[in-house]
């Protein structure tokens, strides 16, 4: 059974910075694409950012330039610096990995961000 398990969710100030981690276990697989949704409260779950296993990345225009995301092939692990962070970012982050042409396929639990003002 494959698992995401994110972290480094949390409770930020405006301004401020925090970085998301999701790693992959119990996976035979070689994930193509990785990426992060994320769900605010009343809203649909919507994508932040995804990578591919070759580096290619995509990115909701709304977050280009305060938002990175980066993998390790080699851990089966993806990344998302956050920066600059909003009240309007505060949401449950889920990472998600996909087989193939699939995406998103398997998804993590979620971790709380959370943005003060």
């Known amino acids: 059974q494959v698992q995401l398990v994110e972290s480094g969710g949390g409770l930020v100030q405006a301004g401020g910075s925090l970085r998301l981690s999701c790693a992959a276990s119990r996976s035979p697989f070689r994930f193509n694409a990785m990426g992060w949704y994320r769900q605010a409260p009343g809203k649909q779950r919507e994508l932040v950012a995804a990578?591919?296993?070759?580096?290619?990345?995509n990115y909701a225009d709304s977050l280009k330039g305060r938002f990175t995301i980066a993998r390790d092939n080699t851990k089966n692990t993806v990344y998302l610096q956050m920066n600059s962070l909003e009240p309007g970012d505060t949401a449950v982050y889920y990472c998600?990995?996909?087989?193939?042409?699939?995406?998103?396929?398997?998804w993590g639990q979620g971790t709380q961000v959370t943005v003060s003002s």
């Open positions: 990578i591919t296993s070759g580096g290619n990345t």
């Open positions: 998600t990995a996909g087989i193939g042409s699939v995406f998103p396929g398997y």
